[in-house]
């Protein structure tokens, strides 16, 4: 790599100066300011404050409700991310083998992205609404009576299926310009050889998408612990009975309806200590195994 | 040259000055929609009717929005002078002393005439602290009240005009209708947390906290969970089974008004601010309306039921040249004439004797049948501690709980006594926490 020497050492600083202010003013000193705050016991209005220590982590803990979030996180973000890649790779193949429409076919599954989150919930909630909702109405001809107001299982498909969609489009963007990398004579030779679509798809195209499959990894990981704010809000508002209750959304709820700030603060404290720690796992476990 | 320049400035300083002599008072409000246009006018009617203060109201989302709006502004020095804040923030706002300029002192301190016993005592009993001063401007409050479907109770082979009183004739009378085919549902309710719980509490004469229900300090306890509040959300949760009651949601209950709109269930509960619209959407049948319905095995009930809404807090810390502004507008707006004026309007009830008594001699309750019930009801009993509101710290997520909870009786994990334990128990080391960084 060549390497630009600067004469000056202050020139570097000064071209360096506006992102490192964005990422100090809206990055490091929010995260150090909710990492002080998560060691004090506030009143709603700041005119008490009292140094605790551990103590609202330990209370979290200790806390049913917020071990219940950490299950439903992992499940939520799990059934996200799997069904946001699998629907998108699906997708994106089939485009991929059209001639003549596949712009148009790309176009229109885009479209959802520019859905902001909070409308996108609103649409399901409309769509899936136990009293009002033409899915329920439909389902009920076939004989699933759904009420998703009550029922945690299906307040979770839901909202799963509610974020993913969104994230599908994003996903397919990628996957098709992955597939289109993919020189075509490799698999050509593969037919030639004997190959079927099938042996073409494992052997060929999926280990030459790897790349582009665990960027959208861990991009579509971070979109389900955090992005999915609105979508939850919109839709079950965690409910019922906590079933949908995701982190990012209890910090939200704790911290802004509840006005409890020192837990909110220690609990977005180890939701970023887990994302840190997820990232470094997939950078250094399976990064390893993908191969550029 | 010169000349030109200064007379300019004088000119400019001439425009200026009425706008300067005027004071300005920021006012943040949850009223959106037709609410926020009936408030709007009564600020523009108050900025006309004088010209030493003008109010600037700004709509800052729902009540829950509008109050961490407040309480965020607070923290960076730049609250509004007056803030609405819902009746469940009520214990929050209380124990921030140094944040609020209660109202009692406000009126005193601005030598406004002020007496607190033109008020109707079980709106203010509600926010008023334990010597009896009050702390905050009650603006919109209500109370849940029972409305039915008189078409259906026809078809059904009832009378029209007689809603049930009872818990016992609501399960009859559903009952009937259902078998009779007039509609496949019984009831349905708004508010779980407020009508079915807290109202139905006081309702009763049922305690819902110790130390008069968080009235007598923040070392209040939770005891919601007593024999007759079991017995009423078992019930609920059999009549649920049987399709008698239909769960409209948590929170406000967003399914329960369609429900009751499209002659789906035929008796609703729910605040009487909501008979507006109740009758623009009941365009094909005819709304009866009655009080809440109580156990007649119950001791003590009915009582009297609770109110619901919101009220404005005077914040600390604005310029002193806000508050006589704040003062005035308070006498204003607590006028007969306004008062009446907003209470018809929107079905929120009157907060003052004088402006129910001028309702009644414009002949408002006359023309609009079941426009008073509200008020009879809520007034049928001088309140006893249990039935004089309530008042807990963190009651924002206690009410999440509530419904939590409930949604898990309704989906059988848990019965009503496990299910209101549990409520209890959890409630409880919210208010303790609340109590702690509080004391």
Avoid at chain 1, 257 to 270: E, Y
Avoid at chain 2, 83 to 94: A, D, L, S, W
Wanted: charged share 15%; with cysteine; net charge negative.
């Amino acid at each position: 790599m060549k390497r630009s020497i600067f004469r000056h050492q202050f020139l570097p600083w000064v071209l360096l100066a506006p992102q490192l202010a964005v990422t100090f003013v809206f990055f490091l000193w929010p995260a150090a300011q909710a990492g002080w705050q998560s060691f004090l016991r506030e009143d709603a209005f700041g005119l008490k404050t009292e140094f605790v220590g551990f103590g609202n982590y330990e209370r979290l803990l200790q806390d049913d409700q917020y071990l219940n979030a950490f299950q439903v996180t992992l499940v939520f973000s799990v059934a996200v991310a799997v069904l946001a890649l699998v629907v998108s790779l699906v997708l994106a193949l089939a485009v991929d083998r059209m001639i003549v429409t596949a712009r148009t076919y790309t176009t229109l599954l885009v479209w959802p992205y520019a859905v902001a989150p909070a409308i996108a919930g609103l649409l399901w909630w409309f769509i899936f609404n136990p009293t009002i909702g033409l899915l329920p109405y439909a389902l009920e001809v076939v004989g699933v009576d759904w009420d998703h107001s009550l029922n945690g299982t299906q307040a979770m498909i839901l909202v799963v299926v509610a974020a993913a969609w969104k994230q599908i489009s994003y996903n397919f963007l990628f996957f098709v310009a992955g597939l289109q990398s993919i020189p075509a004579s490799m698999r050509e030779a593969a037919a030639i050889d004997g190959a079927g679509p099938f042996r073409r798809f494992w052997t060929i195209t999926l280990p030459l998408l790897a790349p582009t499959s665990f960027f959208l990894l861990v991009v579509n990981t971070v979109y389900a612990m955090f992005d999915t704010l609105p979508v939850i809000d919109s839709t079950t508002e965690g409910g019922p009975a906590q079933a949908t209750n995701i982190l990012v959304y209890k910090v939200y709820v704790d911290g802004f309806l509840g006005l409890n700030l020192g837990s909110s603060a220690a609990q977005s404290v180890i939701l970023m200590l887990i994302v840190v720690g997820l990232t470094v796992i997939q950078f250094r476990y399976i990064e390893r195994r993908v191969e550029y | 040259m010169f000349r030109t320049l200064s007379l300019s400035a004088l000119a400019l300083g001439a425009a200026l000055s009425p706008a300067t002599a005027q004071t300005e008072i920021q006012w943040w409000h949850a009223m959106g929609g037709e609410l926020g246009q009936k408030l709007e006018a009564i600020v523009a009617d108050y900025n006309a009717s004088q010209s030493d203060y003008r109010v600037v109201p700004s709509f800052k989302g729902t009540y829950a929005e509008t109050m961490t709006a407040a309480i965020a502004a607070f923290r960076a020095g730049e609250q509004p002078a007056v803030v609405q804040v819902f009746e469940v923030g009520t214990g929050t706002m209380m124990a921030a002393k140094g944040a609020i300029y209660p109202v009692y002192q406000l009126m005193t301190d601005m030598n406004e005439p002020f007496d607190p016993a033109a008020f109707l005592p079980a709106v203010v009993g509600y926010y008023t602290d334990t010597e009896g001063n009050m702390l905050s401007m009650p603006f919109n409050s209500s109370t849940p009240i029972l409305y039915y479907n008189k078409d259906v109770f026809e078809a059904a082979g009832l009378d029209r005009e007689t809603p049930p009183t009872t818990w016992s004739e609501v399960e009859a009378f559903s009952k009937q209708i259902m078998e009779s085919g007039a509609a496949p549902c019984g009831f349905t309710t708004g508010w779980i947390s407020w009508v079915q719980l807290e109202n139905f509490s006081a309702w009763h004469n049922q305690q819902i906290g110790t130390l008069e229900n968080g009235f007598g300090g923040l070392g209040t306890e939770l005891t919601v969970n007593g024999p007759v509040q079991v017995k009423h959300w078992d019930n609920l949760a059999r009549w649920q089974q049987e399709g008698i009651f239909q769960y409209g949601g948590p929170v406000g209950g967003n399914d329960a008004p369609p429900k009751f709109y499209t002659q789906e269930c035929a008796i609703y509960m729910n605040s009487s601010a909501s008979r507006a619209g109740v009758i623009a959407n009941a365009t094909d049948f005819e709304v009866g309306y009655g009080m809440l319905p109580y156990y007649d095995d119950v001791e003590g009930a009915p009582q009297n039921s609770i109110i619901g809404g919101a009220t404005l807090w005077v914040m600390a810390g604005r310029p002193d040249a806000e508050y006589p502004a704040v003062a005035d507008f308070f006498t204003y707006l607590s006028s007969p004439e306004v008062q009446a004026q907003w209470h018809q309007g929107t079905g929120y009830l009157p907060i003052t004797q004088a402006a129910w008594d001028l309702s009644a001699s414009q002949g408002y309750y006359d023309a609009n049948p079941g426009a008073d019930v509200s008020i009879k009801q809520m007034t049928l009993n001088p309140p006893t501690p249990n039935s004089k509101g309530l008042r807990f710290g963190s009651y924002v997520q206690i009410r999440g709980i509530i419904d939590e909870e409930f949604q898990a009786l309704l989906a059988g994990q848990k019965t009503a006594q496990e299910a209101l334990d549990a409520l209890v128990a959890r409630g409880n080391v919210l208010i303790r926490e609340f109590e702690a960084a509080n004391d």
